[in-house]
């Protein structure tokens, strides 16, 4: 019979799908088109959480966020060609954040692209993400997309976690097999993220270091955050009493406001330390290198004297940039529980001079920050507007924080204080704009709970038009778009006099409110603290999609925020 025989075969589509599943992987961002438009229908017929966007970069970013947050790759799916660079730039985020993620790409028929005979959206795919990413590969025959998802799988989420290309062309989906066969031909991923043991002589090396430290200082990055090791990173710092400093995103690992965090001490910690362990945190620009005058050194070649630890996954990471004398190499989990057996139960605190140095300098910046938080000038400006923001944080920890910008990104980090593990979503190892929806979606649809997104007005038009995805998936986020009309601020002048407005500046007083209202959310203009804090109140306890015009003075920000010496200096005048 029909149905006998429909029972008998199965296709493409259903392998890509139940191999996903049988992975435990359920929920796909994407784009629709072709060819992949009829796999995401099916998908969500068979009980898939399908989020689709607008832009295929934003659905990209999507999947990252959920692999930091998750452990599990993100899965995104893109049509050819043009969908698929667009969810490229995505890709290459994720691996260079060290975030997991898989791009599925839908992609043109390889006789006609290998001979460039100009297919529909025709390219190269494959070759195209290669350098871009952490694994590429592609899948020809149905019998082969169990194998091919499961080593996309595993190149995502063991050793240093990254992005994964995997191409699909067209042809595929609608290939058919024997449906017996086709089931043996699924894997299930066992222990796709191995644990990486240190070697004890490594961990001894780096505890004897500490042990010698007089100033010693523990730096935690994203990493640290990503490997969900939250109490055995406590017990480390709280035992050898150590004061912290956390990257970005590995704010709120331990809270913000504990006694042995040095954020607000962070030039003073950064030069003096001794002996500095970093967790899951690279020497990258975000420190400067390990070096120059940050870091104590006389100039911005010279190293400050001191010694690294460095507890990293990846064993080329040590010696990037300055030497590391103790890299203690496996995953964070395993290599921080190790120390923390190894340092044992009798551990003699750093010396007071030390802890009593930083607290000091501590309380003179964080008595600064209260006194300009106190103030509520009018036009609002970013400490005004975020102080905001930073009560609400504090009275809802559990909300996810997606940050984005210039100034809005300086300043809400160091503004905001995070209390819980994971709950900062920034701009990254790359520092960029266009995260913000992105990030904030799957924020959303992966922890259900409140996000609040603070965005510069130039980082929210990256991503804008994805207010509508918010809106359709009726998600709780609320947008806060930090309005000074124009990138780092609106007041710039055309230089020639001429009519066009300067580069960086925007229409004046534009309402971007307007845009979630358009969608059937919430718009609220706000040129007060007291109408910020009402609208952002309202949003949080309803959870319906909002968006907040945060109106606020046009001449407050600086060039690039804190790293405008990173431009280049024009030498002719
Ligand atoms: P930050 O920007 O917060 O300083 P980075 O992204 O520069 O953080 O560094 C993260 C580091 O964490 C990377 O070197 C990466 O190899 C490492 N890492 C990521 N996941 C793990 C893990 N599970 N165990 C150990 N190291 C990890
Ligand atoms: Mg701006």
């Given at each position: 019979?029909?149905?006998?025989?429909?029972?008998?075969?199965?296709?493409?589509?259903?392998?890509?799908?139940?191999?996903?599943?049988?992975?435990?992987?359920?929920?796909?961002?994407?784009?629709?088109?072709?060819?992949?438009?009829?796999?995401?229908?099916?998908?969500?017929?068979?009980?898939?959480?399908?989020?689709?966007?607008?832009?295929?970069?934003?659905?990209?970013?999507?999947?990252?966020?959920?692999?930091?947050?998750?452990?599990?790759?993100?899965?995104?799916?893109?049509?050819?060609?043009?969908?698929?660079?667009?969810?490229?730039?995505?890709?290459?985020?994720?691996?260079?954040?060290?975030?997991?993620?898989?791009?599925?790409?839908?992609?043109?028929?390889?006789?006609?692209?290998?001979?460039?005979?100009?297919?529909?959206?025709?390219?190269?795919?494959?070759?195209?993400?290669?350098?871009?990413?952490?694994?590429?590969?592609?899948?020809?025959?149905?019998?082969?997309?169990?194998?091919?998802?499961?080593?996309?799988?595993?190149?995502?989420?063991?050793?240093?976690?990254?992005?994964?290309?995997?191409?699909?062309?067209?042809?595929?989906?609608?290939?058919?097999?024997?449906?017996?066969?086709?089931?043996?031909?699924?894997?299930?991923?066992?222990?796709?993220?191995?644990?990486?043991?240190?070697?004890?002589?490594?961990?001894?090396?780096?505890?004897?270091?500490l042990k010698g430290a007089k100033k010693p200082l523990i730096l935690l990055g994203k990493g640290a955050a990503y490997a969900q090791a939250d109490a055995d990173i406590k017990a480390l710092v709280e035992k050898t009493g150590i004061p912290y400093l956390p990257m970005s995103m590995a704010k709120g690992l331990l809270p913000d406001n504990h006694a042995q965090s040095a954020s607000a001490a962070r030039s003073y910690v950064l030069a003096e330390a001794d002996v500095v362990m970093l967790v899951g945190a690279r020497l990258n620009w975000l420190l400067s290198h390990g070096k120059g005058k940050t870091w104590g050194g006389a100039s911005g070649k010279d190293g400050g004297g001191q010694q690294f630890i460095q507890v990293d996954i990846s064993p080329t990471e040590a010696d990037s940039n300055v030497a590391i004398a103790a890299p203690v190499i496996g995953d964070i989990g395993s290599c921080v529980a190790a120390l923390n057996a190894a340092i044992g139960s009798s551990w003699a605190k750093p010396p007071a001079e030390w802890t009593s140095a930083i607290s000091e300098r501590k309380d003179k910046n964080l008595t600064k920050m209260a006194e300009t938080l106190a103030k509520d000038p009018s036009p609002m400006n970013f400490h005004s507007a975020l102080n905001v923001v930073r009560n609400k944080i504090k009275e809802r920890p559990d909300a996810v924080l997606v940050n984005e910008g210039a100034n809005a990104l300086d300043f809400t980090r160091s503004i905001v204080d995070m209390y819980e593990p994971r709950k900062r979503l920034d701009v990254g190892t790359w520092g960029i704009m266009g995260i913000g929806m992105g990030f904030a979606v799957a924020a959303a649809v992966e922890?259900?709970?409140?996000?609040?997104?603070?965005?510069?007005?130039?980082?929210?038009?990256?991503?804008?038009?994805?207010?509508?995805?918010?809106?359709?998936?009726?998600?709780?986020?609320?947008?806060?778009?930090?309005?000074?009309?124009?990138?780092?601020?609106?007041?710039?002048?055309?230089?020639?006099?001429?009519?066009?407005?300067?580069?960086?500046?925007?229409?004046?007083?534009?309402?971007?409110?307007m845009l979630m209202q358009a969608f059937g959310g919430t718009g609220v203009y706000a040129k007060t603290t007291a109408e910020l804090k009402k609208a952002l109140d309202e949003a949080v306890s309803s959870g319906k999609p909002t968006l907040i015009n945060a109106i606020i003075d046009e001449t407050a920000g600086t060039e690039s925020g804190r790293i405008t010496s990173l431009n280049p200096n024009a030498k002719k005048k």
């Open positions: 019979t029909t149905e006998t025989q429909s029972q008998a075969t199965t296709d493409g589509f259903h392998l890509v799908i139940d191999a996903l599943k049988l992975n435990g992987l359920d929920t796909i961002y994407c784009l629709p088109g072709i060819p992949i438009t009829d796999f995401l229908r099916m998908a969500q017929g068979e009980g898939m959480r399908v989020i689709a966007f607008r832009h295929e970069q934003h659905a990209g970013n999507a999947a990252a966020a959920a692999g930091f947050l998750t452990q599990k790759p993100g899965i995104c799916f893109t049509v050819s060609a043009p969908g698929f660079l667009n969810g490229l730039t995505a890709l290459a985020n994720a691996t260079t954040n060290c975030f997991p993620m898989i791009l599925i790409s839908g992609s043109s028929e390889r006789e006609i692209v290998d001979l460039q005979q100009g297919d529909y959206e025709e390219m190269d795919q494959l070759a195209i993400a290669k350098p871009l990413c952490k694994a590429a590969f592609r899948v020809l025959h149905a019998e082969d997309i169990g194998v091919g998802i499961a080593r996309a799988i595993r190149s995502a989420v063991s050793g240093r976690p990254g992005g994964v290309y995997l191409d699909l062309p067209a042809k595929l989906f609608a290939q058919t097999i024997d449906a017996a066969a086709g089931k043996k031909s699924l894997i299930k991923v066992v222990d796709a993220a191995p644990k990486q043991i240190p070697a004890p002589d490594a961990v001894k090396r780096a505890v004897d270091l922890t259900g709970k409140p996000v609040i997104a603070v965005c510069g007005d130039s980082a929210f038009g990256f991503s804008g038009m994805e207010v509508e995805t918010i809106c359709r998936y009726n998600l709780p986020v609320c947008v806060v778009v930090m309005n000074n009309n124009g990138v780092y601020k609106g007041t710039d002048q055309n230089a020639s006099g001429g009519k066009d407005v300067a580069p960086t500046v925007f229409v004046k007083d534009a309402r971007y409110e």
